[in-house]
C-alpha cells in the first residue's frame, strides 16, 4: 500500500517562482526523502530528513518535517524550467525492514 | 562510478509470454530493490533484496513474477505469462546500506507494453 500522499497532484507556476509541495503520510516513520523524477527516466534522490530532524537544505531545497502532523513539505526556490519533473516523497517506515514506500507524486511544471 | 544498469529499455510482448528484466547494480550496493511505476503512479515495490536473500516480496504476484539474485550482485526479474495490466515501468534500484537510511539509486527503467 502507498504510504505518502502527496499534494497537489500537479502544479504549473512560472520561472522565478518558488513551488511547494506536500506529502502527508501515516505510520512512524525512520526518515522521509523526496526524489525527482524527468519524463522518460528513473528517479534521482534529492534530500533525506530523519525523523528526529525538523528542516533540512540543500542548494534551492527546503525540507520540512512535522512528525505530530505526519506531514513533510518540499520547497523549490527560484524556479527554473528544468525543474520541470515529477516529485515523490517517499517514507522508511519504523520496523518494515529499510523497504521505501512511495506517494503518487506531484508534477510539477515550470514555465519559462 | 558507474550507475545502476537495466535492460531492455524498452519491451514489446504479446499477452501471456514471458519476459525478463535485468539488473546491475551499483558496485558493493548490498541492497536492491525492484519497483513498478505505472504511467501516473509512484513506484510500487515488488521485491527487497539483501544481498542475494530475499528481504520482502509481501506485493510480488508470484504466481506469474519471479525474482532472484544470484551470487547477490546482478538480478533478474522474469514475468510469466504476462497481462496487459502488467504494463509498466519496471525500475530497480541500489542501496549501500542495509536498511533505507540512505538514499537509493535508482536506473533508467525497463518500460513494458503488454499488447
Known amino acids: 500500500s502507498q504510504q505518502g500522499e502527496e499534494d497537489p497532484q500537479a502544479l504549473s507556476i512560472q520561472e522565478g517562482e518558488n513551488a511547494t509541495m506536500n506529502c502527508s503520510y501515516k505510520t512512524s516513520i525512520n526518515n522521509l526523502q523526496w526524489y525527482r523524477q524527468n519524463s522518460g527516466r528513473g528517479l534521482v534522490h534529492l534530500i533525506l530528513?530523519?525523523?528526529?530532524?525538523r528542516e533540512k537544505h540543500s542548494g534551492r531545497l527546503r525540507v520540512t518535517l512535522d512528525t505530530s502532523k505526519k506531514s513533510s513539505s518540499l520547497l523549490i526556490t527560484a524556479s527554473r524550467a528544468a525543474d520541470t519533473a515529477s516529485y515523490f516523497c517517499?517514507?522508511?517506515?519504523?520496523?518494515?525492514?529499510?523497504?521505501?514506500?512511495f506517494g503518487q507524486g506531484t508534477e510539477l511544471s515550470v514555465k519559462p | 562510478e558507474a550507475g545502476v544498469a537495466q535492460s531492455p529499455r524498452y519491451k514489446i510482448i504479446e499477452k501471456r509470454q514471458s519476459v525478463a528484466f535485468w539488473c546491475n547494480p551499483i558496485?558493493?550496493?548490498?541492497?536492491l530493490y525492484w519497483y513498478q511505476q505505472i504511467l501516473g503512479q509512484g513506484p510500487k515495490l515488488l521485491i527487497q533484496?539483501?544481498?542475494?536473500?530475499?528481504?520482502?516480496d509481501s506485493q510480488l504476484p508470484k504466481d506469474r513474477f519471479s525474482a532472484e539474485r544470484l551470487k547477490g550482485v546482478d538480478s533478474t526479474l522474469k514475468i510469466q505469462p504476462a497481462k496487459l495490466e502488467d504494463s509498466a515501468v519496471y525500475l530497480c534500484a541500489s542501496s549501500l546500506t542495509g536498511t533505507a537510511t540512505g538514499e537509493l539509486f535508482f536506473g533508467e527503467g525497463s518500460r513494458l507494453t503488454v499488447l
Open positions: 517517499a517514507t522508511d517506515q519504523h520496523n518494515q525492514g529499510g523497504k521505501l514506500i
Open positions: 558496485s558493493g550496493h548490498a541492497t
Open positions: 533484496f539483501q544481498n542475494n536473500g530475499v528481504v520482502d
Open positions: 530528513i530523519r525523523s528526529n530532524e
